[in-house]
């Protein structure tokens, strides 16, 4: 059977929030080791099994990212045709709710965070890979069904034309209070983007938990005019094309726009300090394709398949402490200042802090 994949993008699903849940959860450290070593990893070798011929994927991950996947997967894979669909972890997850009844889906990978605690236990096969010991403490399941893969660090993608032609330098979240830059940062909706809500967890980790300074940077910062796009996507495309001068957003939103040798933008890590989310994925309830499911969850999880996927894309951060691989278009750990986020906090405060967010920003637009 030939080799291939088809990638539909939905253009309806179903918005919805995703809500914050309970559940104990690791405090957040320095990611360690750093990616280091062989660029040309090999992908695993094929495991003797037959995982059958049909995996539906839903992803929230980039193109870059996809790509990188199924190219290894099919590797090992090659008669297992994979159909993925993309969307928001909002969109995603109110569909697999959905769907419940008659699953579609067989993986949902991207847009599950160490912070969303046990919010979709309902939706998702509470099972975990024999890697989980070889995962970096910290980013250990803390549901027993989050599989977590990677990390989402915390930058600004910022558009160097627009940078000088506005005479400003931006390294941290104080520049965004400028008055030239008014109009011109977008962010994502905290609400509905996982990616927004592990940026608002950012700004909670630099100037404290729910603090008045946190709120005060916060509100300054929507009096700038910020721009609340529909999806986290356009937080660093946008700014590729000129749109915005600043993108709120995440370490691989920005590194395949360098990967992809763009010269207009720079990535920034907040000077005041960044923390990562581990982000992952998990087996959908009642899954059609639960062995070519769970086949996916292991590449993604165990060190071989990490080195592989690592190596191919040079833009994520993995969680499998015995990984090692390049990730040219990224700084090395250490030359990062790290804040110190503390994830059980933020997974059982997040509806909370929603809520003062949305009061917050209406009261400044009406």
Same mark, same amino acid.
């Given at each position: 059977m030939k080799k291939f994949f088809a990638i539909l993008l939905t253009l309806s699903l179903m918005a919805s929030m995703a809500a914050c849940g309970g559940g104990n959860t690791p405090s957040s450290t320095t990611p360690d080791p750093a990616p280091s070593a062989s660029p040309d990893a090999p992908a695993p070798e094929a495991e003797p099994v037959d995982i059958g011929d049909s995996l539906v994927l839903y992803s929230s991950m980039t193109e870059n990212d996809l790509n990188g996947l199924l190219e290894v997967f099919n590797e090992m894979y090659p008669d297992c045709e994979v159909e993925v669909v993309n969307g928001s972890a909002g969109e995603l997850t109110a569909r697999i709710t959905a769907e419940a009844g008659n699953p579609q889906g067989d993986i949902m990978w991207g847009a599950l965070s160490n912070s969303d605690g046990d919010t979709h236990k309902d939706i998702f096969e509470h099972w975990t890979t024999e890697y989980e010991p070889e995962i970096i403490e910290a980013y250990r399941s803390n549901n027993g069904f989050y599989n977590l893969d990677h990390l989402s660090t915390c930058v600004f993608c910022v558009n160097t034309d627009l940078e000088k032609e506005l005479g400003i330098t931006i390294n941290g979240y104080a520049d965004l209070l400028d008055p030239k830059l008014e109009g011109? %940062?977008?962010?994502?909706?905290?609400?509905?983007?996982?990616?927004?809500?592990?940026?608002?967890?950012?700004?909670?980790?630099?100037?404290?938990?729910?603090?008045?300074?946190?709120?005060?940077?916060?509100?300054?910062?929507?009096?700038?005019?910020? @721009? %609340?796009? @529909?999806s986290s996507s356009v937080c660093f495309k946008s700014v590729l094309e000129g749109e915005y001068a600043v993108g709120i957003t995440y370490e691989d939103g920005v590194a395949p726009l360098l990967k992809s040798g763009a010269t207009n933008v720079r990535m920034v890590y907040p000077a005041e300090g960044t923390s990562a989310s581990a982000f992952g994925c998990a087996v959908i309830k009642g899954a059609p394709h639960p062995e070519a499911a769970k086949a996916m969850v292991n590449l993604l999880m165990s060190a071989e398949g990490q080195n592989a996927i690592g190596s191919k894309l040079g833009t994520l951060r993995m969680t499998n402490s015995k990984a090692t691989f390049e990730t040219p278009y990224l700084p090395k750990n250490e030359e990062i200042k790290w804040a110190d986020r503390d994830v059980a906090w933020c997974t059982e405060n997040k509806a909370a802090v929603l809520e003062k967010w949305n009061a917050l920003w209406a009261s400044i637009n009406g």
């Amino acid at each position: 059977m030939k080799k291939f994949f088809a990638i539909l993008l939905t253009l309806s699903l179903m918005a919805s929030m995703a809500a914050c849940g309970g559940g104990n959860t690791p405090s957040s450290t320095t990611p360690d080791p750093a990616p280091s070593a062989s660029p040309d990893a090999p992908a695993p070798e094929a495991e003797p099994v037959d995982i059958g011929d049909s995996l539906v994927l839903y992803s929230s991950m980039t193109e870059n990212d996809l790509n990188g996947l199924l190219e290894v997967f099919n590797e090992m894979y090659p008669d297992c045709e994979v159909e993925v669909v993309n969307g928001s972890a909002g969109e995603l997850t109110a569909r697999i709710t959905a769907e419940a009844g008659n699953p579609q889906g067989d993986i949902m990978w991207g847009a599950l965070s160490n912070s969303d605690g046990d919010t979709h236990k309902d939706i998702f096969e509470h099972w975990t890979t024999e890697y989980e010991p070889e995962i970096i403490e910290a980013y250990r399941s803390n549901n027993g069904f989050y599989n977590l893969d990677h990390l989402s660090t915390c930058v600004f993608c910022v558009n160097t034309d627009l940078e000088k032609e506005l005479g400003i330098t931006i390294n941290g979240y104080a520049d965004l209070l400028d008055p030239k830059l008014e109009g011109k %940062i977008v962010f994502s909706d905290p609400n509905s983007s996982s990616a927004a809500w592990n940026n608002v967890c950012n700004m909670m980790a630099v100037y404290g938990n729910d603090s008045d300074e946190v709120w005060d940077f916060i509100e300054k910062l929507m009096k700038n005019k910020l @721009t %609340i796009s @529909t999806s986290s996507s356009v937080c660093f495309k946008s700014v590729l094309e000129g749109e915005y001068a600043v993108g709120i957003t995440y370490e691989d939103g920005v590194a395949p726009l360098l990967k992809s040798g763009a010269t207009n933008v720079r990535m920034v890590y907040p000077a005041e300090g960044t923390s990562a989310s581990a982000f992952g994925c998990a087996v959908i309830k009642g899954a059609p394709h639960p062995e070519a499911a769970k086949a996916m969850v292991n590449l993604l999880m165990s060190a071989e398949g990490q080195n592989a996927i690592g190596s191919k894309l040079g833009t994520l951060r993995m969680t499998n402490s015995k990984a090692t691989f390049e990730t040219p278009y990224l700084p090395k750990n250490e030359e990062i200042k790290w804040a110190d986020r503390d994830v059980a906090w933020c997974t059982e405060n997040k509806a909370a802090v929603l809520e003062k967010w949305n009061a917050l920003w209406a009261s400044i637009n009406g």
